[in-house]
């Protein structure tokens, strides 16, 4: 056993043992993870204070608690970003919404966009589409659905029948996940974010199913969408996004209130200064507690161990399930992502064999419908490991799977 399995396996252990006992099987961190005692108990001391002295007192009293989530976040994000650079929303899609709606860009502007596109972005890009008018650009990706770096000079055709494909300095923004809700991928960010970066082009990262499960922080993105609940390990609830720098001066009110824009001296509404104009107001300030202190587990945690960990789960999941009752993994067995998606056998429906291995089996997956992203051509099923899961929980799904692949009679 080598010095880092064994790291990971004992670092596996301490996050068990730091979570109240599950009641099912949980394979399913990518839709929302499990929350360490702590990081419950800060929330409730919270929502105690709240009311024991006032709500507002009491957000008053955790402000230096709420700048230490916005520096983590930020380290995390990576070199150049301070926390007054990261701002909380209330979850990713808000966050990519506002940021979308905020965004200068110019009549018949381009947006480089991925097919593996979040579903709830793409209705937000399309809108704006419209509403602009922009045009959306889809970026050229393999057949696994990752970008395609040898073709990035040459991202797509602005319209069918075009004379020629649009270099990446034509384009006004480029937007991506990092990885897919829906594909166990992970996106060559660095590169991306180093070609938009010399052509110029701002790029939008949305890291809400990346942060917390591998690096971010060699990525230089322009701005950033993430959410708590999910790899981070935080409560639900609450989101984040980052803007890089003075884009922020750039940007415009996404909704206008009393949170985003102040008044000037004739009375005319102007937003506020920096990433407070794409301020919210009213929130879960329990959930960003518990953020707060999900993110201090995180780092005190050493992240790269945590990242190999994830890795090395969902590496094993692949192997073990792949086949099992004639379900396919669909993504390479060694893809550095903590998530696994398979493909039903013929005829079998993964909505269908979810609910039965919740009911009958106790074990917690996701069905991801088609709805959920563009390039999905059927449903699957999602299974998704953290560090306090153990190699043998994938075993048991395999089992699951293998004993009733999920078309048998007794449970149609
Ligand atoms: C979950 C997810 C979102 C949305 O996050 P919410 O906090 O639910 O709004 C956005 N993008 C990706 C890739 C996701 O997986």
């Excluded at 989530?69 to 994000?77: F, H, K, N, S, V």
């Excluded at 994830?310 to 993504?331: C, F, K, M, N, T």
């Amino acid at each position: 056993m080598s010095a880092t399995h064994r790291a990971g396996t004992e670092l596996s252990r301490r996050w068990r043992a730091a979570r109240p006992a599950s009641a099912v099987t949980h394979l399913d961190s990518a839709a929302a993870a499990r929350p360490s005692q702590a990081t419950l108990d800060a929330q409730i001391a919270h929502l105690r204070r709240e009311g024991e002295r006032g709500a507002y007192v009491a957000e008053m009293e955790v402000g230096e608690v709420l700048h230490s989530a916005r520096a983590a976040l930020a380290d995390l994000l990576g070199p150049g970003l301070g926390p007054d650079e990261v701002a909380f929303h209330h979850s990713a899609s808000t966050a990519f919404a506002a940021l979308l709606t905020a965004w200068p860009l110019p009549p018949r502007g381009r947006v480089g966009i991925l097919p593996s596109e979040y579903g709830s972005n793409t209705l937000v890009l399309e809108a704006r589409a419209r509403q602009a008018p922009l045009e959306l650009i889809n970026l050229p990706v393999d057949p696994q659905g990752v970008i395609d770096l040898d073709a990035l000079d040459r991202v797509g055709m602005p319209t069918p029948g075009a004379a020629r494909p649009l270099g990446l300095d034509e384009l006004d923004l480029v937007v991506l996940p990092h990885v897919p809700s829906q594909r166990g991928i992970v996106q060559p960010a660095v590169e991306i974010g180093r070609r938009c970066a010399a052509a110029g082009v701002p790029l939008i990262l949305d890291v809400a199913q990346s942060l917390g499960q591998l690096d971010v922080s060699h990525v230089h993105a322009s701005a950033y969408v993430g959410t708590s609940r999910k790899w981070l390990c935080g409560p639900r609830g609450t989101g984040f996004l980052a803007v890089r720098g003075d884009l922020a001066e750039r940007i415009s009110v996404a909704v206008p209130s009393l949170y985003s824009m102040g008044r000037g001296e004739d009375g005319r509404p102007i937003p506020l200064p920096g990433l407070a104009r794409l301020g919210i107001g009213e929130a879960s300030i329990a959930s960003r507690v518990g953020l707060a202190h999900a993110l201090s587990e995180l780092l005190a945690s050493d992240p790269p161990l945590v990242f190999a960990r994830i890795v090395y789960l969902a590496s094993y999941g692949r192997r073990v399930l792949d086949g099992a009752g004639a379900w396919r993994v669909r993504e390479q067995p060694d893809s550095p992502t903590g998530i696994v998606t398979l493909e039903p056998p013929p005829g079998v429906d993964p909505v269908a064999v979810r609910d039965r291995l919740y009911r009958q089996e106790a074990i917690l997956t996701s069905a991801i419908p088609v709805q959920r992203s563009r390039d999905l051509e059927g449903p699957v099923l999602r299974v998704s490991a953290h560090v306090y899961n153990d190699p043998v929980e994938f075993d048991r799904l395999a089992a699951a799977l293998s004993r009733d692949p999920g078309n048998s009679p007794s449970h149609a």
